[in-house]
């Protein structure tokens, strides 16, 4: 039997700790629908926001994987991480956590429904977050699939930050874009500030601009319209969602154009 595809989910949501929505339902049951043909081991990453209870939610903090210093800057930000089960399977969520970034009552806007300033930087330390966690826990993916505003910066930190590490020197990234405005832009300031190695022509786009950019493949939400006729669109649909994951996974292993 050929090894498990290990697939790392990183998403700004995910339910039942975020509320239901097209994004959230996908990630909730794509891991869960491609772990149970054997196939693949799954892992999920996700801020731990101030809206998501740890006591309702269970979660406890992982000592061994919390505290590292994350990079932003002329700054760094301590790095929590905690975990716990989707309610009804045996999936684990690691929840990535900062007090500066993340506690908030609110996603990515307050509760008169402005964004926050800060967006593009909470999207960028939970990115560098998640893959320095994979690192410390020394499981190698063969892809990370990255979702919506909150993981549109994976793809780039993979491939200009820590594609030099023999852990990732396989890795592939897929990204979905979500239809969220989270109000921000890779403008200059945002690249030179934080050493963020971008392609000119992305300079002043949104950060979903940047995720399709520098990813090796693209699969679309069901409540997105792909760009193109040829690219995957997952559905609602449980059994649809399995076996597109499926075979896009496959797909991006074998270096097949998706």
């Not at 700004?12 to 339902?25: I, M, R, Y």
């Not at 990079?71 to 999936?91: D, F, N, Q, W, Y």
């Not at 190698?140 to 990255?146: G, L, M, S, V």
Request: proline share 5%; glycine share 8%; hydrophobic share 40%.
């Amino acid at each position: 039997m050929a090894d498990a595809i290990r697939i790392l989910f990183i998403s700004g949501e995910v339910a039942p700790f975020t509320e239901e929505n097209g994004l959230s339902h996908l990630v909730r049951n794509l891991p869960e629908q491609i772990h149970n043909t054997g196939s693949f081991q799954t892992r999920i990453m996700m801020p731990r926001y101030g809206t998501i209870s740890e006591r309702r939610n269970r979660l406890h903090e992982v000592i061994r994987l919390s505290g590292t210093e994350v990079e932003m800057g002329e700054e760094s930000h301590t790095l929590k991480v905690k975990v716990a089960s989707i309610p009804g399977i045996r999936l684990q969520v690691y929840f990535m956590d900062n007090t500066h970034y993340f506690k908030r009552k609110g996603i990515l806007a307050d509760r008169d429904a402005k964004p926050f300033s800060d967006n593009g930087e909470r999207a960028l330390f939970f990115g560098r977050g998640c893959l320095e966690t994979i690192k410390n826990l020394g499981w190698a993916p063969d892809i990370i699939h990255a979702f919506g505003w909150a993981g549109s910066l994976v793809p780039l930190v993979l491939r200009s930050e820590f594609g030099s590490d023999p852990l990732f020197e396989n890795s592939k990234c897929i990204y979905t874009p979500d239809d969220v405005d989270p109000s921000a832009l890779m403008d200059e300031e945002m690249a030179s500030q934080f050493g963020l190695d971008v392609d000119k022509e992305l300079i002043g786009g949104d950060l979903c601009q940047v995720g399709l950019a520098y990813a090796d493949g693209i699969a679309y939400p069901s409540h997105i319209d792909p760009s193109t006729p040829d690219v995957p669109q997952f559905s609602m649909d449980l059994d649809e969602i399995r076996d597109l994951g499926c075979e896009l996974y496959e797909q991006v292993c074998s270096d097949v154009a998706v």
